[in-house]
């Protein structure tokens, strides 16, 4: 299909056109360019749609398994393993969001104006800001998780050493 | 693969995993209402039975705050759901851009703006419960 547009815009460039030869020809390349562009980006923004929406829908739906797992712990271990479990949950989104800030940036090369652009611009800036906020706050609970863990070792070998 | 793409439609997908999504959040927002309800109700009964005070408050406490922290796991389903439907607005504003005209309508604006309101809101509501749970 793509062969068949490419030959067809070929011979438009040979047999017609009223410019200057560099103009044609440039614009031949830009034509040509332009019909191979659009649908690959088509095709590699749709495939990375899609896998992102697939690592969030499957990291939410490990999560409400993982969530009616612990409904019969007590109440306090509940507690922790909500967080465990949406850490779990900001890790699925955390990679889906790059992957969609990735279609992003592929998606400026079909963009014409500057009015889509801006759009564009504000929604790749939002994500950034989110996936930034969640990165922190995975760090921040892995230091508590850690933290956690060291008073549990010390109070163990307190225990050990009376 | 070509001949299947004009097809498959990325908003029709993306709302229904969107729509599944929503559908997890409610749950666990209902499961944690009702497991608060039942183990409020049940230490009620015990503090009313006994006369340890101190223990009903620290139990009462801890019920708080992992109602509070299924709220905020019901938030971050959302957060996710927020994820997907941002994928939604820029295949739409590209898919008018390259189809009609180059213009996006104020309409399209309009419910952008109103969906940035909404992630706002949420974030604030985010924040202010995690602020709780500290507390």
Same mark, same amino acid.
């Given at each position: 299909?793509?062969?068949?547009?490419?030959?067809?815009?070929?011979?438009?460039?040979?047999?017609?056109?009223?410019? @200057?030869?560099?103009?044609?020809?440039?614009?031949?390349?830009?034509?040509?360019?332009?019909?191979?562009?659009?649908?690959?980006?088509?095709?590699?923004?749709?495939?990375?749609?899609?896998?992102?929406?697939?690592?969030?829908?499957?990291?939410?739906?490990?999560?409400?398994?993982?969530?009616?797992?612990?409904?019969?712990?007590?109440?306090?271990?509940?507690?922790?393993?909500?967080?465990?479990?949406?850490?779990?949950?900001?890790?699925?989104?955390?990679?889906?969001?790059?992957?969609?800030?990735?279609?992003?940036?592929?998606?400026?090369?079909?963009?014409?104006?500057?009015?889509?652009?801006?759009?564009?611009?504000?929604?790749?800036?939002?994500?950034?800001?989110?996936?930034?906020?969640?990165?922190?706050?995975?760090?921040?609970?892995?230091?508590?998780?850690?933290?956690?863990?060291?008073?549990?070792?010390? *109070?163990?070998?307190?225990?050990?050493?009376? | 693969?070509?001949?299947?793409?004009?097809?498959?439609?990325?908003?029709?997908?993306?709302?229904?995993? @969107?729509?599944?999504?929503?559908?997890?959040?409610? *749950?666990?927002?209902?499961?944690?209402?009702?497991?608060?309800?039942?183990?409020?109700?049940?230490?009620?009964?015990?503090?009313?039975?006994?006369?340890?005070?101190? @223990?009903?408050?620290?139990? *009462? @406490?801890?019920?708080?705050?992992?109602?509070?922290?299924?709220?905020?796991?019901?938030?971050?389903?959302?957060?996710?759901?927020?994820?997907?439907?941002?994928?939604?607005?820029?295949?739409?504003?590209?898919?008018?851009?390259?189809?009609? *005209?180059?213009?996006?309508?104020?309409?399209?604006?309009?419910?952008?703006?109103?969906?940035?309101?909404?992630?706002?809101?949420?974030?604030?509501?985010?924040?202010?419960?995690?602020?709780?749970?500290?507390?």
């Amino acid at each position: 299909m793509d062969g068949i547009v490419i030959v067809a815009i070929a011979q438009e460039g040979i047999v017609g056109g009223g410019g @200057t030869g560099t103009e044609n020809q440039s614009h031949l390349i830009s034509e040509v360019t332009e019909s191979l562009l659009v649908p690959y980006v088509n095709y590699l923004t749709f495939g990375i749609d899609i896998a992102a929406g697939l690592i969030i829908g499957l990291s939410a739906i490990f999560a409400l398994i993982a969530f009616f797992k612990i409904l019969i712990k007590p109440i306090k271990e509940q507690t922790q393993s909500k967080e465990t479990i949406r850490l779990n949950l900001t890790r699925g989104m955390l990679l889906a969001l790059d992957f969609e800030i990735g279609s992003d940036i592929l998606k400026t090369i079909l963009i014409p104006s500057i009015r889509e652009l801006t759009l564009l611009a504000v929604i790749v800036g939002i994500r950034i800001v989110l996936s930034w906020s969640l990165s922190k706050e995975i760090g921040r609970h892995s230091t508590v998780i850690e933290e956690n863990k060291q008073m549990e070792n010390t *109070s163990s070998s307190t225990n050990q050493n009376t | 693969m070509s001949l299947l793409l004009p097809y498959i439609n990325i908003e029709d997908i993306i709302f229904t995993i @969107t729509l599944v999504i929503d559908i997890i959040a409610i *749950s666990v927002i209902a499961v944690s209402v009702i497991q608060t309800i039942y183990y409020l109700l049940i230490y009620n009964f015990k503090s009313l039975l006994s006369s340890a005070k101190t @223990t009903s408050i620290s139990n *009462s @406490t801890n019920i708080q705050r992992n109602f509070i922290t299924g709220l905020i796991l019901a938030l971050e389903f959302e957060a996710a759901n927020t994820v997907l439907k941002m994928g939604v607005y820029t295949s739409l504003a590209i898919e008018k851009s390259s189809s009609s *005209s180059s213009i996006l309508s104020d309409n399209f604006i309009n419910n952008f703006i109103i969906f940035v309101m909404v992630i706002s809101i949420r974030i604030a509501i985010k924040q202010s419960l995690r602020f709780k749970k500290g507390k």
